[in-house]
């Protein structure tokens, strides 16, 4: 893992994917998804004391007249100025708006937790990467549904986007 970026509260955001009870509660590796939302809250609540943005992505199936119990962001994790993007691929860039919500805020780079580490993080930072994003990956706020799958995206797809950094390494520069 490397030392972070230095973060401007302006120009930066958090994205966490998919912490909705319904997928907090499956069973994760390397880490409880219970324990990824913590870090998660605490993260968020940094970067609005910072000033930062804060964007909370959750998915919704398609083609069903009701979405599953628990489909809708972990009770607390919202608050007043967050963007919610709701995505209805495993990525949250595509037909979501997110892209153009973030430009128009001056966001550059962009902070990511989450659940599932190797498909809705690395999906939406792929995406964030092919956008020119910096990129800043905080391993302990996500987790997988193997720890193999959670490893495999920390040790060799994330260092090749970004930064791999642990929570208590997230800190703002002024400016």
């Not at 998919?18 to 998804?33: N, Q, S, T």
């Not at 599953?68 to 009770?75: E, Q, R």
């Not at 962009?110 to 964030?128: D, H, K, M, P, Q």
């Amino acid at each position: 893992m490397t030392a972070p970026l230095d973060l401007r509260p302006a120009h930066t955001a958090l994205v966490l994917v998919d912490l909705m009870d319904r997928i907090v509660a499956l069973p994760l590796e390397p880490r409880k998804g219970t324990e990824v939302l913590s870090t998660s809250q605490h993260l968020a609540a940094s970067f609005r004391a910072s000033g930062a943005t804060v964007v909370l992505v959750r998915v919704e199936r398609t083609g069903v007249a009701e979405q599953p119990p628990g489909s809708g962001l972990a009770a607390g994790l919202r608050q007043e100025g967050d963007l919610e993007i709701v995505k209805r691929t495993i990525g949250g860039f595509q037909d979501t708006g997110l892209h153009d919500r973030l430009r128009e805020r001056g966001i550059g780079t962009l902070v990511f937790g989450g659940i599932a580490t190797n498909l809705g993080v690395e999906s939406t930072a792929r995406a964030a990467a092919d956008l020119r994003y910096d990129l800043v990956f905080v391993e302990d706020a996500m987790t997988a549904f193997t720890a193999a799958e959670h490893e495999a995206s920390v040790r060799l797809d994330f260092p090749r986007l970004g930064s791999v950094v642990r929570a208590a390494d997230v800190s703002f520069t002024s400016g």
